[in-house]
């Protein structure tokens, strides 16, 4: 888990890198020779937009996962066992 998370920390920082050097060559009015690259950087920016999606719905998953786990320490803990009880009397 630790070498993906390295390798995918790494791909991220090249990315940015290529971004930002695309970018500039693009607003300098550069563009590629081959015109068939467009079609692969617009495959590669979907596939960055779909893994870009399925990391940031894990993520939502881990933070309610994390929410729900702290609501049931508390309510495990009696906070929410001695609140209920006293609505109850």
Known sequence: MINRFSNLEEI???LEHFATVL???VRRGYIPADAGDFGKLE???ELLDRVSLELCEAQEE???R???EADLNQ????DAVRSAMGQIN
């Open 23 to 25: 970018h500039d060559q």
């Open 62 to 64: 881990d933070e309610a």
């Open 12 to 14: 991220a920082s090249n």
């Open 75 to 78: 309510w495990l803990n009696g």
């Open 66 to 68: 994390q929410e729900t």
């Open 43 to 45: 495959a590669a920016v």
